[in-house]
């Protein structure tokens, strides 16, 4: 208003300004009343425009005056709305903090000042008394939020928690359920539900949940995919050894479809080939396999693919075994299935050849288990001893520990496949249950004599080349010390002389 009243001021300027430069002010007349006035047109333009601006001015300051009880209310409005938030904010800041007391008192306060915000209000409520340990005020709030349905899905939430915190199982599932059914983004409802289903290892049904959960785009296709492989494997499992037909063929799909989606996922490529196996189909098994093996090679795999044939000769199989290996030819794994299948063939001097490749890597009982029987194959007893010496106490490695001592492999219990499920879906990773519980596995050190073979060289403390100092060992057993034969005189100077101990087996 202030702006148009000087643009109205502007122009009534410049207006005079031009009559007067014109040289002729005009004139103008106005009659009213019986009243007559005269006056020039300057001056008549510049009453009008300053009459017409003061009549503006009381309007407006009359107006002012009458929405002053208006423009109060809304001031006291805002503060009210300023202190409410400032109520929500330390509130929610407290039950943060577990000041179970402070928040609370601020809850009352904002829900005595806050108009337009009763679902946060609510919210604030309930976990205010969550913080303060009342649990039927919580349970109270969150039931309240059940009647309103912008705020149902928090208080199935609320309640959800409430139930599972008592141990309430059904309860806390029923909720979840419920919040499931009502929206399409509840993941924390749909991941309640499926630790539900794994712990009850009703892996069908966990299918089912992965399935909807991908549909309304709850979980990444990725990890959608990886749960699904987990879980067809854990189907495969549990149908594995059921006396049903249909059972057994069902557990066939599962760990085949399992083995498709996810070939690096090794327990569902071991149960897929060991069930084609069974139906005879020991090419198909053998296709899985190589497929796994060039994607993650893992232990379990080559000992499944080992005994895909039990009528073949060693060399046979040592020859099936090369094959595998060349499938991932620079993996550790396949290293180590290189010496395999050159000790299966007998060519010590291949092992020996082979087994180089494994120099660098950490000394684990299992790498000094096979160091042992590459070194018995050639001929070096002592050195095989001293590698076992190692392997008794070298770490275990988490991949082998998945072979019982009978050698199945993945031989899981229903809770470890549950959170292998969880595990693998979220990270691409397997775990090592056996491995973590330290149970024994499959043998790594091999059951081979270690005594001293005749002039056999002594080796280093290190492990490294031998010691060429002759022994005698031509006394085996445990003879009386008087009746030991004396040393033969040694070229070198002196040195102390040392005779073989009775054979032993290695533990």
């Known amino acids: 208003m202030i702006r148009a009243g000087v643009a109205i001021l502007v122009v009534a300027a410049m207006a005079v300004a031009m009559l007067a430069l014109a040289g002729d002010a005009g004139r103008a007349s106005v009659v009213w009343l019986g009243w007559r006035a005269d006056t020039t047109a300057a001056a008549a333009v510049l009453i009008v425009l300053f009459g017409a601006l003061l009549v503006t001015v009381a309007w407006r300051t009359l107006l002012w005056i009458l929405d002053a009880p208006r423009r109060a209310e809304r001031t006291r409005a805002e503060s009210r709305r300023r202190q409410a938030t400032a109520a ?25 000042l806050a108009d337009e915000a009763p679902g946060l209000v609510r919210v604030l409520a309930a976990q205010a008394a969550e913080a303060a340990g009342d649990s039927a005020a919580a349970q109270a709030a969150y039931t309240a939020m059940l009647g309103f ?10 309640l959800m928690q409430l139930a599972a915190a008592r141990g309430e199982r059904e309860t806390a599932l029923r909720h979840a359920q419920e919040a499931f059914g009502e929206a399409r983004s509840a993941r924390w409802a749909w991941r309640a539900l499926l630790e539900a289903r794994l712990d009850a290892a009703e892996w069908s049904a966990g299918l089912e949940l992965v399935k909807n959960a991908l549909d309304r785009k709850i979980v990444p296709p990725i990890i959608a995919e990886r749960a699904r492989v987990a879980l067809l494997a854990a189907l495969a499992a549990q149908l594995e050894n059921a006396p049903e037909a249909k059972a057994r063929a069902q557990a066939l799909d599962a760990a085949v479809e399992a083995a498709k989606l996810q070939p690096g996922f090794a327990p569902g490529v071991v149960m897929a080939a060991r069930l084609l196996a069974q139906q005879g189909k020991t090419g198909r098994a053998q296709a899985t396999i190589e497929h796994a093996w060039k994607a993650a090679p893992h232990p379990a795999l080559w000992l499944a693919y080992r005994d895909l044939k039990t009528d073949e000769t060693p060399r046979e199989r040592s020859q099936r075994l090369s094959l595998l290996a060349a499938q991932n030819p620079a993996h550790r794994e396949s290293l180590i299935l290189y010496v395999e299948q050159a000790l299966i063939a007998g060519d010590a001097a291949a092992a020996r050849d082979r087994v180089r490749a494994l120099e660098g890597a950490p000394v684990t009982a299992r790498i000094a288990g096979l160091q042992a029987r590459v070194a018995f194959a050639a001929r070096q007893p002592d ?12 770490p275990q490695e988490p991949d082998w520990s998945d072979l019982d001592p009978e050698g199945r492999a993945f031989a899981y219990h229903a809770s470890d496949w549950a959170r292998l499920v969880a595990t693998y879906a979220e990270t691409g990773d397997l775990i090592h249950p056996r491995h973590e519980r330290h149970e024994r596995s499959l043998s790594e050190l091999p059951e081979l004599p270690i005594a001293y073979a005749d002039s056999a060289p002594f080796l280093r403390a290190d492990g490294g080349g031998p010691l060429l100092y002759p022994v005698d060992d031509q006394v085996y057993g445990d003879p009386d010390p008087g009746e030991l034969p004396s040393p033969p005189p040694l070229a070198a100077k002196p040195r102390a002389r040392r005779r073989a101990t009775a054979p032993r087996s290695a533990k």
């Open 149 to 158: 349905p912008e705020m149902r899905l928090a208080g199935h939430k609320g």
């Open 88 to 112: 929500l904010t330390g509130g929610f800041l407290a039950a943060a903090a577990g000041d179970g007391s402070e928040a609370r008192r601020l809850a009352q306060k904002a829900a005595d």
């Open 383 to 394: 050195e095989a001893r001293v590698w076992l010496a190692q392997g008794m106490s070298a």
